[in-house]
């Protein structure tokens, strides 16, 4: 009789432990060596299952795959459409859909957590869906954008081939930046030309707790000034680029030739983006108060070091938030946002 754990230091795997006391790590022909000194480390063990002798023949975190030198999973669907999740942040950097195109950007000059270089908190990830939480941008008091894009996060059970939940729980080193007990999760889940991303918080202290959160997404154009977002005549805005002035967004169509960065408040849930007047892509949200959307422009882009100068002309970020009222949670109440990404049916 086998029990498991999980190794909780760097490098992650599994170890077991036999009906005899005897500590067992995985051998290189995926079988069990004894390793009795392994017992030193017991502290930092943590229990996962009584395995009745069965060998997983797996690595504990899961995080197998690579891209661009980021750990992380693959998702994969019957359409051969897939998808890129990173062991930091949860964070999808990579969709690909039925006609091969790629659907999100990913900067060539991104900082983040590699197989070589396991530090925590990380340089923030450039690319696809980062998730920002408890803080959106510097509108409080902590690090911008939130810790959680900067630190790994874990595996829940219930994983398939096109769809992954990863969870990320409080301890030392994220109270000592924000001193609340939380439970955070994000669901990915590859449909037929179709990406759902979700973020749920739950508040597991005694007192109530307020954020602000976003899925910043960045979607990949060819060229942003031939791209416009539809759905948003007639809503008022924070423009960040004057000083949060509100402004009333008068014309059919965002675009984009400058630096814009601009809160929508009480937006239309279904946005449409056009490259070159032609439908790209559907963009829904459900849960979120807001929508941002925002590109450095070429002068910040230059100044930006994870980010190449010409960066800005192929990406649009067009995100699902919680901006301008925080969300309040009280002692175990939870919330929960989504963002939908779809191939506009022809």
């Known amino acids: 009789m086998l029990t498991l754990y999980e190794y909780t230091q760097q490098p992650r795997f599994w170890v077991a432990r036999d009906e005899h006391g005897y500590w067992l ?3 290189r022909d995926n079988g069990w060596q004894e390793r009795s000194p392994f017992v030193g480390h017991v502290t930092a063990l943590r229990e996962v299952a009584d395995l009745g002798g069965i060998d997983l023949g797996i690595p504990a975190d899961g995080f197998t795959e690579t891209l661009q030198q980021l750990p992380g999973l693959s998702l994969s669907n019957e359409l051969g459409e897939q998808a890129f999740v990173t062991a930091q942040g949860a964070q ?6 039925a006609d091969g195109k790629e659907r999100m950007y990913l900067s060539a000059a991104t900082g983040g957590m590699t197989a070589s270089d396991m530090s925590v908190p990380a340089a923030a ?3 696809g869906i980062p998730v920002c939480f408890p803080q959106f941008s510097d509108r409080g008091t902590i690090v911008k954008h939130g810790f959680v894009r900067n630190m790994p996060w874990t595996l829940a059970e219930g994983r398939t081939p096109a769809a992954v939940t990863m969870f990320i729980d409080d301890d030392a080193m994220t109270r000592a930046i924000w001193p609340h007990a ?3 999760e994000v669901g990915v889940t590859l449909e037929p030309g179709r990406l759902i991303v979700s973020l749920s918080a739950l508040n597991r202290s005694d007192q109530p707790w307020q954020f602000t959160a976003a899925l910043h997404t960045y979607l990949r154009v060819d060229d942003v000034r031939q ?6 005549q007639q809503v008022r805005y924070q423009d960040a680029t004057a000083a949060n002035v509100v402004v009333l967004q008068e014309d059919p169509a965002v675009r984009i030739g400058a630096e814009l960065d601009r809160v929508y408040m009480s937006p239309p849930k279904k946005l449409m983006l056009l490259e070159n007047g032609v ?3 559907q963009i829904e949200q459900e849960g979120f108060a807001d929508t941002v959307v925002w590109n450095p422009g070429p002068l910040k882009a230059a100044a930006l070091s994870d980010f190449p100068d010409e960066g800005w002309l192929h990406m649009l970020c067009v995100e699902a938030a919680c901006v301008i009222e925080p969300v309040v949670l009280q002692p ?6 989504r963002q939908l990404l779809s191939v506009p049916v022809a």
């Open 25 to 27: 790590v995985p051998a």
């Open 182 to 184: 939380f439970h955070a």
């Open 279 to 281: 439908p790209s892509l």
């Open 227 to 232: 791209a416009s977002l539809e759905g948003l």
């Open 332 to 337: 175990g109440q939870g919330w929960t946002g």
């Open 125 to 127: 990830i450039r690319a």
């Open 92 to 97: 999808v950097v990579s969709w690909k859909t």
